[in-house]
């Protein structure tokens, strides 16, 4: 059985996704604060982690970066209901696969949770490694090395470079990066895989300009000269 | 606390007084150089010689009283007899007025000398016995051209010390004091582009009214500080307390849906559409409220205009295929600017929807460049226009030109939203009706070259 781990300190919210989620077959467990949320997560081992952002103790963001620290590949699913879109993106920034801002479609919030694992398992489609400019990727054991350094990613971000590594410098779109990385088509006004894609370049010590944007099109990586 | 004697009041009149004080000393003692420039000297031999041989006899010589002629042009200034007495001195009336010290100096010269005075040439002190006396001459012509000269050399070098001596002073006064003002000037400005920290230097150490208005900009910038935090953390809270109990109600409603009849679940699903309209009203509320109080934190980015508004149509047309069919992007010269792209997005994706919503034909979005400074986004629609007079309020928040409108469309924020957008990047929306129908806006915004280190390419119109 699939087991989720909600961390949000809106009781009677939890009581009613677990009602949802538990009807779509997903095994839930609750945690009402920060500690005890990252407790669970680091504990039990999970599918997939809904994380509220406003929590008492330690908040949202706080308990991703710890638990990023540690735990990189389980997919973690930001449900904020912070005001500002900068808090939205933050969230990505410190690992977060992806966001659905409060008050959310239950539907939506389902059709996420299935993305997000229905993505996981793809990790294994192709087991062979493939190495372009400069990256080389090696999916049985998740790792991408550029420049022989390890890349500390998370899977949303390996998944990204994964994709684009195998288009060999071919433009890869963005719904194709969506799709691969967070399970779904992009939706329209949806920041997030530029958000991922400025991280992975963040992560990249030397030419991070080497992962292109092509302006409409989508991104695609460059051969060093 | 300040001091009665930290006063810029009192310094200002200390200074104003110094400053008196010293040109007028300086134009005392220029005066006093310019008066009294000559000092003795040693009598040629020559006329000595001339003079001696009528000064020989005691007779003669003890006749001579002031005023008396004595040979050419020389008549007596001074003379000093042998009798005790009131009459022991005698002095010519005229020069004893004007030149008394002059006189009584020379008279107790050991040698004689002569020592030019304004009107005359006084030469001595002749001896005999214990009989002095002392002879002047008027000037020669040569002698008194001399001395004019002499007076208006002085008087140069009077008034150039004076102008630069007022003019250092000038300089010291604006350093002390108009500096000062500029820089508080700057800080002012400072403060009201939101800045916390103000570059005031040593500004806040002095001791005086000056000082005492830098130390109260800085507790104000502080305090506005303090106050967009709290209003920061206030919207934060209010947006999160908004928010939860909406989407407990959400997944509430979604929940008593499925074991519901229909006509139970229509009105389920009206309760959810309202919620879902009341939770955009509040995001668009926190926004203008961000805009309006300056809380956004600005992002400037190279921005392909002609980009953003094919992405912006083609996600309108994803959300709804009515609205990418009546899109319709002109091709004009859009140009590449720095911008903050989420708030350009926010402008124009505003107003786009906007004229989607209250027209039903085409709308079309256009773009000029004016100069190198500026250039104009232009969204049209074809619809029946605003009457004149509304046109102003068009922008007022939840103002609706046709109230019978008012389920069907939007919260009514929108055009506001935009509004408060632009101006926040420099822009400028204005709203008019075209002459051939429909309304147009136009938004005017700042052309900003982007930066170098983009290393971003443009393909255009895949």
């Known amino acids: ?225 | 606390m300040m001091r009665w004697y930290h006063s810029l009041t009192l310094r200002l009149l200390l200074l104003f007084w110094a400053l008196l004080l010293a040109v007028a000393a300086s134009g005392f003692l220029l005066a006093m150089w310019s008066a009294n420039p000559e000092t003795p000297r040693p009598l040629p031999a020559e006329v000595r010689d001339i003079l001696s041989p009528l000064l020989t006899d005691q007779a003669t010589f003890a006749s001579l009283t002031p005023g008396r002629l004595l040979a050419g042009e020389y008549r007596v200034a001074a003379a000093v007899t042998p009798e005790e007495g009131p009459n022991r001195l005698q002095l010519e009336p005229n020069l004893a007025n004007t030149h008394r010290r002059e006189l009584m100096q020379q008279l107790d010269a050991e040698e004689p000398e002569k020592l030019r005075l304004p009107n005359g040439m006084l030469v001595g002190p002749f001896t005999l016995g214990n009989q002095r006396i002392l002879l002047i001459r008027p000037l020669s012509n040569e002698e008194r051209l001399d001395f004019q000269q002499h007076v208006e050399e002085a008087e140069h070098a009077q008034t150039l010390v004076l102008l630069f001596g007022s003019l250092f002073i000038a300089v010291l006064l604006g350093v002390w004091l108009v500096l000062p003002l500029k820089r508080l000037t700057k800080a002012t400005r400072e403060i009201a582009a939101g800045a916390d920290f103000l570059h005031l230097k040593r500004l806040p150490k002095r001791s005086d009214e000056l000082g005492e208005l830098a130390r109260a900009l800085e507790t104000a910038a502080h305090d506005l500080k303090v106050s967009r935090d709290a209003q920061r953390r206030l919207l934060s809270d209010v947006s999160h307390e908004l928010r939860s109990p909406l989407a407990r109600m959400q997944v509430a409603l979604m929940l008593s849906q499925d074991d519901h009849d229909d006509a139970t679940n229509s009105h389920l699903q009206q309760l959810s559409r309202d919620v879902e309209r009341l939770s955009t009203i509040i995001e668009r509320i926190l926004s203008l409220s961000r805009l309006e109080n300056g809380l956004v934190k600005l992002n400037p980015q190279t921005i392909d205009t002609y980009q953003l508004v094919q992405t912006l149509v083609a996600d309108l047309a994803y959300v709804d295929a009515n609205y990418g069919e009546r899109l319709l992007v002109l091709d004009a010269n859009w140009p590449v600017t720095a911008s903050d792209e989420e708030l350009l997005r926010l402008v124009i994706e505003n107003l786009v929807r906007n004229a989607l919503q209250y027209t039903a034909g085409l709308v079309e979005l256009d773009c000029a460049v004016h100069d190198d400074k500026t250039f104009t986004i232009i969204v049209r629609d074809h619809g029946d226009g605003v009457p004149e007079q509304q046109l102003e309020q068009l922008f007022e928040p939840f103002f609706r030109g046709d109230p019978s409108r008012h389920h069907k469309s939007g919260v009514g924020l929108g055009m506001t939203l935009s509004l408060r957008a632009a101006n926040v990047i420099g822009g400028v929306v204005s709203a008019r009706n075209h002459p051939e129908g429909g309304l147009e806006i136009s938004i005017r915004l700042p052309l900003n070259t982007p930066t170098q280190d983009d290393e971003q390419i443009e393909v255009r119109g895949s």
């Open chain 1, 1 to 225: 059985m699939t087991k989720l781990l909600l961390v949000d300190d809106d009781a009677e919210l939890s009581s009613m996704l677990e009602q949802i989620l538990t009807k779509e077959g997903y095994q839930l467990t609750l945690a009402a604060d920060g500690e005890t949320g990252l407790h669970r997560a680091l504990s039990g081992s999970y599918d997939l982690i809904l994380l509220d952002v406003m929590l008492p103790g330690i908040d949202g963001f706080q308990l991703l970066q710890r638990l990023r620290q540690q735990l990189r590949n389980t997919p973690v699913l930001m449900l904020t209901a912070r005001g500002d879109d900068d808090d939205r993106v933050k969230g990505l920034e410190l690992g977060a696969d992806d966001y659905l801002p409060k008050p959310f479609n239950p539907r939506e919030l389902v059709a996420r949770v299935k993305a997000l694992l229905r993505r996981t398992p793809n990790t294994s489609v192709t087991p062979e490694p493939v190495e372009y400019a400069g990256f080389h990727v090696n999916p049985l054991q998740n790792e991408v090395r550029v420049d022989d350094q390890v890349l500390e990613l998370t899977p949303t971000e390996f998944d990204i470079l994964r994709t684009l590594v195998q288009g060999k410098g071919q433009v890869v779109s963005k719904d194709q990066l969506s799709v691969a990385a967070l399970g779904r088509q992009l939706a329209p006004f949806d920041r997030s895989l530029d958000v991922h894609i400025s991280n992975i370049r963040k992560k990249i010590a030397h030419n991070p300009e080497r992962i292109q944007t092509v302006r409409g099109r989508g991104y695609r990586l460059l051969q060093l000269a």
